[in-house]
């Protein structure tokens, strides 16, 4: 269905239901299969006016995509991570970059809690072991999470929703928010520091967004400020964790274990140094790939960018350069 605006998705598929609120306003949606290059990006939006991306994945706005299409208006990432967009040419050139809200936050909130409950009980060493005919009940002795402190780099959707499971499971919450004063006290207390949530958390756990300021932020020495035996989990960026202090760190037995959904960079190579860590759990960017989720998801960046499109009103809370909103 043609109509008034042209929609490109960065992906070859969208949830029946985004589409629709897409098609509602008139949009033409086009998806994009293959490969989605700076260049494509480019070409396509060069070749018919193009006022809205979805963006599913994470291919590269760079400055040059972006002042290279005059008609676009917003881009809606289907999720909630937007590094790869260059947010200062986006404000520039008046393009509104948005994310999906809570949307997705249920889901990784789960498979976060999911890695956490397989690493503190083994689940996959343990399931090998059975498998290759050894019977460990008369030995192991699993670690209950129930007393244990999770410390929360980041405040934001997915860390509350883990906060709250973490309580309810009888978890002590520690948080560090991108600001003081971020941190709900009904769901946690906020560390004075990094150093301190580092020092007393039995699990730690990333929910921060990938800047320049947090690449790498998770080194050599901010592993050795952690516990002796503490559990480092990663659902939110790979590049916030420096992959070979992380190998170090499992192989000298200073962290018990780690559990990541994401790396820095996917899919991995099968030789990947960090692949043959010991007591490594690794999914492949699949914590809010659940079908509820992804429904939600879609629905909600379609939201995001009928709103824009069609001059309704926009959710504030899911715009990332609220600048490029220009004065309220």
């Given amino acids: 269905m043609s109509g008034p605006f042209r929609v490109l998705v960065t992906g070859d598929n969208l949830a029946p239901a985004a589409v629709k609120v897409l098609q509602d306003i008139g949009a033409e949606v086009v998806l994009m299969r293959d490969a989605v290059t700076p260049e494509r990006l480019t070409h396509e939006m060069a070749a018919v006016p193009t006022q809205a991306i979805l963006m599913r994945g994470n291919p590269v706005f760079s400055a040059a995509v972006i002042a290279g ?40 909130a789960e498979h976060t809690m999911a890695l956490i409950l397989a690493l ?29 402190t999770l410390g929360l780099i980041g405040f934001g959707r997915i860390a ?9 499971l009888g978890m002590e919450v520690i948080a560090l928010g991108r600001d003081k004063g971020r941190v709900d006290p009904q769901l946690a207390r906020e560390a004075a520091d990094l150093g301190e949530l580092l020092a007393i958390s039995d699990i730690v756990s990333l929910h921060a967004p990938l800047t320049d300021a947090t690449r790498g932020m998770i080194n050599a020495e ?10 480092l989990i990663n659902t939110a960026r790979g590049a916030l964790v420096d992959e070979a202090a992380l190998l170090a760190a499992l192989q000298s037995g200073h962290l018990t274990g780690a559990a990541v959904d994401t790396l820095a960079e996917e899919p991995p190579a099968k030789d990947r140094p960090i692949l043959a860590a010991p007591n490594l759990i690794v999914t492949p960017h699949i914590a809010a790939q659940t079908g509820a989720s992804i429904t939600r998801t879609g629905i909600e960046a379609a939201r995001n960018i009928a709103a824009v499109l069609t001059q309704g009103e926009i959710d504030r809370g899911n715009v990332v350069n609220p600048a490029a909103l220009g004065p309220p």
């Fill in 69 to 108: 299409n005059p008609h676009l208006r917003v881009i809606a990432k289907h999720g909630a991570g937007v590094d790869s967009v260059d947010l200062d040419a986006a404000t520039e050139h008046r393009v509104l970059v948005m994310v999906a809200g809570d949307a997705n936050a249920p889901a990784v």
């Fill in 120 to 148: 503190g009980r083994d689940v996959v060493s343990l399931n090998e072991r059975t498998h290759a005919g050894i019977w460990d009940r008369a030995t192991y002795r699993g670690r209950e999470i129930r007393g244990r």
């Fill in 160 to 168: 509350r929703h883990v906060a709250r499971t973490a309580s309810a």
């Fill in 222 to 231: 901010r592993m050795s400020a952690m516990k002796q035996g503490a559990i």
